[in-house]
């Protein structure tokens, strides 16, 4: 995985807010190698030829038929990319398992399937198993053989995982757990082999344990009613003292919050994968209607207001694919980076890295998963504008795309909670002295002081965004320094003024993702032959720069009155100048681009 290797080995998670970084620091999927892309083919083809002409019967929920699929996958390989190989697994690198997400993310059913399989339903085992219990079941989860599902959810406990009711309790003799409780909301819960559950032993400590179907106490139960997502499984999964012998408890007893986490770290960044894959195949199918669909004597694509859908469609597409595609890049650099200084071939060791990678990026994980979902959902409404009345009709696949896409901004732990978590973190990382927030906080406020300074600024590709994207990083420090030094370890109660700082934060990131892959297209194939990207980054960076600067203001006038609110607000006035951008032209541009290929224009480039 060579490719990956161009980010800088001292990237840390939460860093961008800030490094500046070079174009060539960053990954772009222009630099998925030939091995990855053909992954990522033999996904999207096993999703078209195989599970999209059985839509209709998976949404009706026809017998056995997701579970074939689900085997199908197996045999094919796309079911093992997170297992190693000494355990019957392709043992994938980042970047590819990302490709392998988003290109099987076309349907939703199936998607989550896949998901709540090889990912939150496997990975458990492969983080915390013994050998033994990993020799036991993941040359069976690989192939599909055996299908996994993840039991964290309660009826009264959803994203407050600690507040489990589920009990487990060691038998006299000390051979087994007897496991009482109920889980909600379980993918694949109704055909399931394998159940990763978590229960509290004694009442108390919170743990994982491997349940099999076969177990005796275990019983899935009826399908739930959903708004989306109808050719998935979700069951409600009921545990009437159920026996498990002392064996398959996973990792260590009470340190079930740590499997969690870790995966549900995995499980978010996986998330956002897959809504870019969604994304994709919807902005293509609302393109060809916009096409087709002729409306006062032509195509209803050729009106001004339907090409500006299409091109934000791929605007905001851009911006999260950039995200997902650095972030994954940045991981498997620090996964390669920790093999090569020793660990490679042990695979304990290596397993042990990989988990501490994923907690490392844990807040660009809860980016994508948020930013991701959020985008998703932007993109299958505009869908459904588009084909109008056709739009709301069960027999047109967006309709289905509209109602799959509302889960995702509550799976893995709400976007709300995940906007917590995300300034959570920094602050963690602050304080332990991981990310130099502070430091960087107290030099903005010298700079300040100071007054404006005059200094020479690039001409190069995107130079202007380039200086935008710098100063939204300055207006966060000014708008996070002023809440921390108010309520300090208080800050988590004033839950509005943590989700508009959140929302700074991704917008970052975002923005920066985006100008870099940009700059980075423009050195390598020139302007030219860059500029409908480099007008996606533009238009992007404009408007979140703007939602940047409302966030601010909103937290600005929270946090201080009288002549201090008007000081701060002079000093944002002062970071968020920049110059009017002719965003319609922009745009226009890039729905040509759109346009010309039915599809996102920007596909592996």
Known sequence: MATATTTPQGTKGGSFLLESL??????????????????????????????????????????????????????LGLLSG?????????????VATTVLTEK???????????????????????????????KKYLPKLATGEWIGAYCLSEPQAGSDAQNSLTRAELTP??????????????????FADIYIVFAKIGGEKLSAFIVERTFPGIKPGNEEHKMGIHGSSTTPVFLENCKVPKENLLHEAGRGHIVAFNILNAGRFTLGASAVGGSKYVLATAAKYAKERKAFGKAIGEFGLMREKLAEMAIQLFAVESMIYRSAGNMETAMASASNNGSEGNASEKIQNTMKVLEEYAIESSIAKVYGSEMLDFVVD????????????????????????????????????????IIQMLMKRAMGGQLALIPAAMKLADEILAGPSFEETDDGV???????????????????????QIYREKLADEQELVAALSNIVMEIYAMESSLLRAQKAANGKGQA????????????????????????????????E???????????????????????????????????????????K
């Open 104 to 134: 099987l993310s076309i349907y939703g059913g199936f998607a989550v399937t896949h998901g709540a399989h090889a990912g939150i339903g496997t990975l458990p085992i492969v983080y915390f198993g013994t050998d033994e219990q990993k």
């Open 22 to 75: 070079r174009p060539e620091d960053v990954f772009t999927p222009a630099d998925l190698n030939d091995d990855q892309r053909l992954i990522g083919q033999s996904a999207e083809e096993f999703v078209v030829k195989e599970v999209l002409p059985h839509i209709k019967n998976l949404e009706a929920k026809k017998p056995g038929l997701l579970p074939e699929l689900v085997k199908k996958a197996g045999e």
């Open 382 to 421: 505009e869908a459904v504008q588009i084909f109008g009345g056709y739009g709301f009709h069960e027999d047109y696949s967006v309709c289905r795309a509209y109602r799959d896409s509302r889960i995702n901004r509550i799976f893995e732990g709400t976007n709300e909670i995940n906007r917590m978590l």
């Open 462 to 484: 995107l130079a202007a965004e380039a200086t935008v994207v710098a100063n939204c990083k300055k207006i966060f420090l000014q708008s996070a320094g002023g809440a921390v």
């Open 82 to 94: 997170g297992i190693p190989e000494q355990y019957g697994g392709a043992g994938l690198d980042k």
């Open 173 to 190: 003799d000390g051979k087994h757990y007897i496991l009482n409780g109920q889980k909600m909301w379980i993918t694949n819960g109704g």
């Open 529 to 560: 032959a860059a500029q409908a990207m480099i007008d996606a980054a533009r238009v992007f960076i404009c408007d979140a720069a703007e939602r940047v600067e409302h966030e601010a203001k909103r937290t600005i006038a929270a946090l201080h």
């Open 562 to 604: 009288g002549d201090t609110l008007t000081t701060q607000m002079s000093v944002l006035k002062r970071f968020a100048k920049r110059a009017p951008v002719d965003t319609i032209a922009l745009r226009r541009s890039v729905a040509a681009a759109v346009q010309l290929q039915d599809r996102y224009p920007f596909e592996g």
